[in-house]
Every structure is written in C-alpha cells, then in structure tokens.
C-alpha cells in the first residue's frame, strides 16, 4: 500500500498545480480587463500605432520591413491560427478521442473550442474596435479586431491539446517540451497578426490573455468533475 508520506505529497503536488492554474485563471481575466478598458477609453492608441508603424519601411506604410521571405513566412504562420486550420486539428483529435474512448477529455477539447470561439466572436460585437486603417492589410480581414481570434483560440486549442498530451508522458522533459512548443506556436501566431497588420499590439495582448484564462479555467472544471466522481466512488475509466 502507498505510504501516507507519499500520499500527502501527491496531494501537496495536485493542490500547488491546482492553486497556480487558479493564479493564472485570475491574471488572465484581470489583464483582459484592463485591456479592454484601456482600450475602450483610447489609451492605448499610440502605443499601438507605434508598434504597427515600426513594422513598415519608413515612408511606406504598405511595404513591411525586412525581407520577402519574412512575409510569406509570417503569412503561413498565421494559417495556423485560422478557422479551417483550427476546425481541422480539433476534428482530428476528437476523431482520435473517440477511437480511444477518452470521453473526459473529448468534452475537454470540444468545451474549450467551442466555448472559446462563441467567447470570443461575443467579445469582439461588445467592444466593437475597427481593424487598423493606419497601415496596409497584408492579408484579407472581415472581422472586427477586439480581441484577435487567431490569438485566442490558438492560445485555446493549442495550449489545451498540448497539456492533455504533456499528461500523458513519462519524462518531465517531455512534458516541458511540448508545453513550450505549443506557447512559441501561438506567440508566433500573434506576432504574424501585427506584422500583416491586421491587428493591434492589444488585440493580440488581449486575445492571448482571455485564451489562456478560458482554456485553464475548462481545465479546472473538468478536474473538479473528476474529483467529485473520485470522490463519489464512481472512478473514472482507466481509458480517461
């Protein structure tokens, strides 16, 4: 049987990794908040202007710095925070869930997705900001740009997908390492977003802040549900 030592750190390890979730839960919200007032008021309009302005060659606010490779590289990044691509990998991995018989974290996935697309669209129509006009749209936009989509639901699927895998991994290395990957991927995402110049600096702030408040808070409801079934004699399956 399990020493009582090893069981209470277990549950010490399980209650920090719980409390720091919650921390970041709360930064999120509270930094989006404060995004979305100061942008509501126009503080942060020079700022912004500043950063999509530096991204253009003096002069020429429709010619982008740097060479023409980092454009169309920037564009292929971007790809990876659209609709289609973020419908196709969400597919994918519900298609294998369902193989798998992980309905726990299906509900995860599909709860996250969803919810964070409706957040976000709900989002955008309340504070209504207008695409930027001082610069030169390098991709085509409909939307209206408060905050960007493409940053928060990668911040959303990305991130969620990455810890359901990193759980599953023996190493901490590996753990650590899909985690990174997954965060470089949706900073990159966001970065793209201002360099084609469809987004303000503080849409993507925002969209990264609220993306990654909903994603940890899904994964906080779906460990509670877990936990009360745990506690309520009816365990999970082992294929969970």
Same mark, same amino acid.
């Given at each position: 049987m399990e020493s009582i030592k090893n069981i209470i750190h277990?549950?010490?390890?399980?209650?920090?990794?719980?409390? /720091?979730?919650?921390?970041?839960?709360?930064?999120?919200?509270?930094?989006?908040?404060?995004?979305?007032?100061?942008v509501r008021e126009g503080e942060t309009k020079h700022f912004d202007l500043m950063i999509l302005e530096s991204l253009r060659q003096p002069g020429n606010f429709h010619q982008p710095?740097?060479?023409?490779?980092?454009?169309?590289?920037?564009?292929?990044?971007t790809a990876l925070?659209?609709?289609t691509v973020i419908i196709i990998i969400t597919l994918s991995v519900v298609g294998y869930l369902i193989i798998q018989k992980k309905y726990?974290?299906?509900?995860?996935?599909?709860?996250?997705?969803?919810?964070?697309?409706?957040?976000?669209?709900?989002?955008?129509?309340?504070?209504a900001r207008e695409r930027p006009e001082a610069v030169f749209h390098l991709v085509y936009v409909t939307s209206l740009s408060f905050p960007s989509?493409?940053?928060m639901m990668s911040m959303v699927v990305y991130i969620t997908q990455a810890s359901l895998l990193a759980q599953i991994q023996p190493k901490r290395s590996l753990k650590i390492y899909i985690i990174t990957v997954a965060l470089i991927l949706t900073f990159l995402i966001g970065i793209s977003r201002v360099f084609l110049g469809v987004h303000y600096p503080t849409d993507v702030l925002a969209g990264w802040s609220i993306g990654i408040a909903w994603? /940890?808070?899904?994964?906080?409801?779906?460990w509670y549900i877990r936990?009360?079934?745990?506690?309520?004699?009816?365990?999970?399956?082992?294929?969970d």
């Open positions: 277990r549950v010490l390890q399980i209650e920090i990794k719980v409390l /720091l979730r919650v921390l970041l839960i709360v930064i999120g919200f509270l930094l989006f908040i404060f995004l979305t007032d100061e710095v740097g060479p023409e490779w980092v454009e169309l590289a920037m564009r292929d990044i925070g659209g609709g726990n974290s299906l509900w995860l996935i599909l709860g996250a997705t969803i919810g964070g697309a409706l957040i976000g669209f709900m989002l955008k129509e309340i504070v989509g493409h940053s994603a /940890l808070l899904c994964w906080l409801i779906a936990e009360r079934r745990i506690q309520g004699g009816k365990s999970p399956k082992p294929t």
